[in-house]
């Protein structure tokens, strides 16, 4: 029996691990008090969020818009890499959290 053909390309052996996600302060390191690894960017999200409420810096009835301006003001967020590093996907800063078209203000000027 002849053996199966090998497909055309394969996959880096890298394929099968799971990116993880880190939650940076505001200095671009890992965050004080939640550092952890999230297997998604929506769970590291979360808890970014829920930090936010307990320590007052955002109301939970707060509109979508305002959420992710307070994410973006107060978190960055790295990705693993397949070689075990760290990507940084997006910094903290103020210039992500007021962006135009996070949140109709009603202040434009016609």
């Known amino acids: 029996m002849l053996p199966s053909p090998q497909p055309a390309f394969a996959s880096p052996p890298h394929c099968g691990r799971v990116r993880l996600y880190r939650l940076l302060d505001g200095h671009g390191r890992p965050h004080p008090e939640l550092d952890d690894l999230f297997e998604c960017l929506d769970s ?24 992710q301006a307070m994410l973006c003001l107060h978190f ?6 397949p070689s075990g590093d760290w990507r940084t996907l ?7 959290a007021t962006g ?5 203000t009603g202040n434009q000027s016609s």
């Open 44 to 67: 590291a999200h979360e808890s970014a969020l829920d930090w936010l409420e307990r320590c007052g810096l955002l109301q939970p009835q707060a509109p979508a818009c305002e959420r």
């Open 76 to 81: 960055g967020i790295e990705v693993s890499t």
């Open 90 to 96: 997006r910094h903290p800063g103020p210039g992500l």
């Open 100 to 104: 135009p078209g996070l949140c109709d």
